[in-house]
């Protein structure tokens, strides 16, 4: 049988090495990848993200057991922050997940970033193709949780978890909307601090701030706004919902759940489902692009010619910009044009 086939039949095993030979770029894993891909499309894809220190394993541990009690199966993904020397995953997040091994129902894996900035790694959303294909009903991922510019999680995900702390700077937090921004459910984890109804007003009112932006530049999407609200039939908009937690105890991860799969249920039903599919394979196939025309460009141009551009940007003869164009110049005459 082959690897593939193992895949979608639920061998873990199967899983783990293409998970290994993708986060190694093997030259089979595109064949692997190629082969699974019809197989996916059907999971609940979930990112959650957050600065470190607000309880994002722990979260993920208690929901993932709310989970299995419904019957759901699992596919965790925590990326980790890089070693500098062996590349590999620092954290270790499957051990803050420890009452979830053993359970048949949930896999986990921790993947390295690998210097990839966003939150995510690399091979995140191959990975996620590969638990999507396996038959896993719910795939999370939990970003590195380096702080405010973990937004690439949006593009992987079809619900995103931005997760937050009672004082951690809670202006702070709370101005920096970027990744307030691509919330459909926020959560205030260790809400049994005493500074959880300030941090939670500070949210409300940067959210609000958020939606007033977002429409008041267009005057079209005021007169259907204003349709709407008369008719009472606009059902397309989320209306963002902030819940606390506690993690260790499991409060509130009931009121979570709850959230997550109404959230489910209005993408599905409002289409806006199909968009973030869309927008996940643009994010993908971009990504490739990039990454084989970087690959075909560096092997085709020489190293001895890269060399001479880094002696004359040394010398100050010309600028790294102007380099990096005359590569491109280069590459276009020398290569493309013998092509045709």
């Not at 931005?162 to 919330?183: F, T």
Request: glycine content about 8%.
């Amino acid at each position: 049988m082959s690897l593939t086939k193992q895949i979608i039949s639920g061998d873990r095993r199967a899983l783990a090495q293409a998970l290994t030979l993708i986060e190694n770029d093997d030259h089979s894993s595109q064949h692997i990848l190629t082969d699974v891909y019809r197989h996916t499309g059907c999971a609940h894809l979930i990112g959650i993200t957050g600065i470190p220190g607000v309880g994002k394993s722990t979260l993920i541990n208690s929901l993932a057991k709310l989970m299995r009690k419904s019957g759901d199966k699992l596919g965790l993904l925590a990326i980790d922050p890089s070693s500098q020397f062996s590349q590999g995953a620092i954290l270790g997040d499957r051990i803050r997940m420890k009452d979830l091994l053993g359970d048949e129902g949930i896999f986990i894996r921790s993947m390295a970033s690998r210097g990839v900035l966003g939150g995510l790694s690399s091979t995140t959303a191959a990975a996620v193709d590969l638990l999507d294909a396996a038959g896993f009903d719910r795939v999370i991922v939990e970003t590195v949780g380096v702080g405010q510019s973990e937004v690439d999680i949006a593009s992987n995900a079809q619900t995103s978890i931005v997760v937050l702390c009672p004082g951690l700077g809670d202006s702070i937090q709370a101005a920096k909307s970027g990744i307030l921004e691509i919330a459909d459910i926020i959560v205030i984890n260790k809400s049994d601090y005493p500074e959880v109804n300030l941090t939670k007003s500070y949210l409300r009112e940067m959210i609000d701030i958020g939606s007033a932006a977002q429409t008041s530049g267009s005057e079209t999407q005021n007169i259907i706004d204003d349709i709407n609200e008369k008719l009472d039939t606009d059902s397309s908009i989320w209306e963002v919902p902030i819940i606390t937690t506690v993690a260790t105890t499991g409060e509130g991860i009931g009121d979570l759940f709850e959230q997550l799969l109404a959230h489910y249920e209005h993408i599905k039903s409002t289409g806006e489902i199909i968009r973030r599919r869309h927008s996940r394979l643009r994010a993908i196939f971009e990504s490739q692009l990039r990454k084989q025309l970087y690959t075909k460009l560096s092997q085709m141009l020489s190293e001895d010619y890269c060399l001479r551009q880094l002696e004359v940007i040394m010398e100050r003869e010309t600028d790294p910009y102007t380099a990096a164009t005359n590569c491109i110049k280069h590459f276009e005459t020398n290569y493309i044009g013998d092509e045709d």
